[in-house]
């Protein structure tokens, strides 16, 4: 079986960022600020991300470099009983069914990538939105796609942690950061940008209720990736050395700053053609592609180029995330099953394959394929979103803060006192009260909300 690895320094930070930052990034964030106060939205979010983002993420750091395995195995290294492992177990699960249904998504950035090289999706809104709709009811052709990107996710993944993971991250994530810094320019420069400026960094305290703060501490729960088990199993492959509250830090910040710049994208486009972005996949796949037409008319073929690199962005943003989350289900079997890495992964490929087409199914070829009311695509989303990742980052902070004997826990965060522990007793107090607590929050405030 394949000696364990371990990421570079750079590998580290690129690796760990990739699974953070996805699609929700590009669309959610953005229009999330701009609806609950702009300036006023992105301060809260970033307390959310100090207060539970940081202090979770090392949570989850510190149970996966301890085990130096996959997630369930690495829940039960403390010693503290096979139910413990049931954390892991249960993040395995999670990111699988997110990774299916995700790369059905995935699978439309990728379509419209190429619609947008050929000139598929040109013309006015109406126009747009019947090709969106076809194309999302189809009973092939997204499902093809979305096998398409789980095996483009595959191909990373059976090359391994340091050849496959960490140089598709050194590669993906730069180029994601460059193609976002290209548009934000171009978009910040059209006449009328600066009312998409203000609309997202205008700070309006008036809309701050106390949704709008759970909403932010949603957002920083999901944006990191807590509770999927992505940040336990990728930690496994951080050398002794790493200092966890550094890493945690940087990778927070890059989450946020990526998720500003896809505002800085979107809104000054929007606005410069006098159209208010709507959420979601409307916003991705049928406002936007008229907004980037319309906004950059005044230079022939700017427009192509612009939307030919923004669905370039998607696809990387999509694919930094398919690939962690497919490595956690592959580190499971791998090492659970004692078996290869090629036939471990082939297992998680042929899973979410199957989810993925009968959730491309549920979104308009197949009206039957329901659950509790709701399309097999959107009960998925509810069920992990809603129910499985807030239930694994509270067992974990749970675990960390109060099974796992204190001294362990000290030793990992302070690399076995090399770095300084002087925020320990602070992060220690966060995990085992504040975080709990916010998480519980968030919880109940999303069931309040269906």
Known sequence: MEARANFGKIGVILATAGSAVGLGNIWRFPFMAGQNGGAAFIVIYFV???LLGIPGMIAEFVVGRHGASNAARAYRSFGKGKVWGGVGLLGVITSTIILGFYSVVAGWCLQYLFASIFGFIAGD???VKEYFTMFSSDPIKPALWAVAFVLMTHFVITKGVRKGIEKASNLLMPTLFVLLIIIVIASCLLPG????IKFLFHPDFSKLTHDVFLDALGQAFFSLSLGTACLCTYASYFSRTTNLYKSATQIALIDTMIAI???LM???AAFSVGVNPDSGPSLIFITLPTVFDKAFAFMPGLGYVISILFYALLVLAALTSTISMHEIGTAFFREELHTSRTSAAAIVTLTCCIIAVFCSLSCGAVSGLTVMGKSLMDFCD????QILLPLGSFLTCIFVGWVVPNKLVKAEFTNWDTV?????GIWLFMIRFICPLCIAA???HQFDAI
């Open 48 to 50: 959310c991300v100090l």
């Open 125 to 127: 809104v109406n126009a």
């Open 193 to 196: 940008a600066m009312k998409g």
């Open 261 to 263: 710049l896809a505002g």
């Open 266 to 268: 979107i809104f000054p």
């Open 382 to 385: 509810f069920l992990t979103a």
């Open 420 to 424: 300084s522990g002087k925020l320990y």
């Open 442 to 444: 968030i919880f109940l």
